[in-house]
């Protein structure tokens, strides 16, 4: 752990001073809840092509995360039949290619919250086992973004990927995780990577 508080602390430092990041990006000890997986420009998987992933969960049982980028045009009353909250209009994001059935959340809250879990920051995880639409209907608008499905990896194959370079790695950001325009975050972000090997 002190490889990464090491490496998150030069990339904040590098951030503030407007100048490129340190080219430490995907390192396999990089990996931790918290950062971002920046899919290269050749990635040849078409689940994750130009993609953006916040992993969520990294261990010895695999890895976990969620594709913040890929807005649908579903609207989270759909997934909720006679849904009223304020959060009825706000799009579902496809969160992975994994079980596409089950929803889960990101929230931008500080602090310890029942059923949430940290993840980085003040953002936050809501499982899918503790989605409902009495927990959704109390959220504000612009603090939440509602997932279908994730992306997941088993013991060791994200490893593997990263030797490949598949990915880049990145410090995640909150401001990116709840952007705006998440179809431009990715664009972006693998901009950065590339200007800072140039």
Not at 45 to 57: G, K, R
Not at 104 to 118: I, M, N, Y
Not at 153 to 163: A, D, M, N, T
Request: charged share 20%.
């Amino acid at each position: 752990m002190p490889h990464r508080r090491m490496f998150l602390a030069a990339c904040a430092a590098v951030r503030l001073a407007g100048q490129a990041p340190p080219r430490t990006w995907g390192r396999i000890s990089d990996l931790a809840p918290g950062v971002f997986l920046v899919a290269r420009r050749d990635l040849p998987d078409p689940n994750f092509l130009n993609t953006v992933v916040l992993l969520t969960q990294f261990g010895r049982g695999g890895a976990a995360g969620l594709v913040i980028n890929r807005r649908s045009r579903i609207q989270v009353s759909r997934l909720y039949p006679g849904f009223e909250g304020r959060l009825r209009d706000d799009p579902v994001y496809w969160g992975g290619p994994v079980a596409m059935e089950t929803v889960s959340a990101l929230v931008r809250q500080p602090g310890k919250a029942e059923p949430l879990t940290p993840v980085f920051e003040d953002v936050q995880l809501m499982a899918a086992n503790g989605m409902s639409r009495e927990w959704l209907a109390s959220r504000e608008s612009g603090a939440v973004r509602v997932f279908a499905g994730y992306s997941g990896w088993s013991p060791g194959q994200l490893q593997r990927e990263v030797e490949q370079q598949t990915w880049h790695i990145l410090p995640g950001s909150p401001a990116l995780v709840f952007d705006e325009s998440p179809g431009t975050v990715w664009r972006r972000l693998i901009g950065r990577t590339e200007s800072s090997v140039a």
